[in-house]
C-alpha cells in the first residue's frame, strides 16, 4: 500500500534543507532496524543542493557513516569525470568528503559499447547485496527521485519501452538524438523500496508535479505517474514546482 506525503517549502533552499533532515533521520533509521542503509542517489541541481548540504558538518555528523550503501537511481554513459555524469556530480558534492570506503560506494558504470552488459552486472550488484521482496525484487530503504518537466523520473522517459520492463531490474534508455545513452533503475525496483523521496523545484516542473499528484497512480502516462510503490512515497516541492496543485 502506497503512503504518499507532499511538503510544499518556500524556495529550493528551504525544500533541501528539509530533504537533508528527512534523509538523514531515513538513514539512522534504516541503519538501527537493518544494521545497513541502501541508498540510491538521483542526478540534477536540487539533489546537487541536497548533495551540499549533507557534506556539511551540521549533517554530516548525523549520518551512520559505516551502515550506509551508496548507489544510483540512473546514468549516463559518460565517463565519471563528465559534466553529465550522476556520479561525478554527486562525488564533488559530497561523496569525495564522505567517510566511505570505496566499497561503501557503487557507482552504474555504462559504456555505450556494453550498455547491456552494464545493465546486467548492477542488476547482479544489486541482486547480491540488497534484501528482496517476496518476489524476488531488490529492496531499497531509500531511493532519491526528480521529476522532468516532461514528468520523467530516474531515466524513465515518456514513451520508451523501459516503462514495460517488469523482469529486469537495471536496463538501458536511449532517450533520443542528440541524448546519451543511459542506464536506470526500472519500475518493479522503484515500486519495492521502502520510501521514495522526490526531490521537484521550478515553475517548469508546476504542470509535470500537478498531472503526478493531480490522478490515482497509474491512471496517467506519465513515467513517475506509473510508480505503484509499496512504501512510503514523499515529494517535497518548493513553491514554483507546487503551483499547478489545487489548494
Wanted: hydrophobic share 45%; proline share 9%; with cysteine.
Amino acid at each position: 500500500m502506497t503512503h504518499l506525503d507532499c511538503r510544499i517549502h518556500a524556495d529550493r533552499e528551504a525544500l533541501s534543507r528539509a530533504a537533508a533532515e528527512r534523509v538523514t533521520a531515513l538513514c539512522r533509521q534504516a541503519a538501527s532496524a537493518r544494521g545497513t542503509c541502501h541508498l540510491a542517489l538521483a542526478g540534477g541541481s536540487t539533489p546537487r543542493q541536497l548533495y551540499t548540504l549533507l557534506a556539511e558538518p551540521d549533517w554530516s555528523h548525523q549520518l551512520p557513516w559505516p551502515a550506509l550503501q551508496i548507489y544510483f537511481g540512473d546514468e549516463r554513459a559518460v565517463p565519471p569525470d563528465h559534466p553529465d555524469s550522476n556520479y561525478g556530480m554527486a562525488r564533488s558534492a559530497w561523496l569525495a568528503c564522505a567517510p566511505l570506503t570505496a566499497g561503501q560506494i557503487h557507482p552504474m558504470a555504462a559504456d555505450p559499447g556494453r550498455i547491456d552488459l552494464d545493465a546486467a552486472d548492477y542488476a547482479a550488484l544489486l541482486e547480491r547485496r540488497l534484501p528482496r521482496n517476496e518476489a524476488g525484487v531488490p529492496v531499497f530503504d531509500l531511493i532519491l527521485l526528480g521529476l522532468g518537466a516532461d514528468g520523467h523520473t530516474a531515466s524513465l522517459f515518456p514513451d520508451t519501452p523501459v516503462l514495460d520492463e517488469r523482469t529486469h531490474w537495471v536496463a538501458p534508455v536511449y532517450p533520443g538524438p542528440g541524448e546519451h545513452w543511459r542506464l536506470t533503475l526500472t519500475l518493479p525496483v522503484l515500486e519495492a523500496a521502502r520510501h521514495l523521496l522526490f526531490l521537484v523545484a521550478g515553475a517548469d516542473k508546476a504542470g509535470a508535479v500537478a498531472r503526478v499528484l493531480g490522478t490515482p497512480a497509474g491512471a496517467d502516462p506519465l513515467p513517475a505517474q506509473r510508480i505503484k510503490a509499496q512504501g512510503r512515497v514523499e515529494w517535497y516541492l518548493d513553491a514554483q514546482a507546487a503551483g499547478g496543485l489545487q489548494a
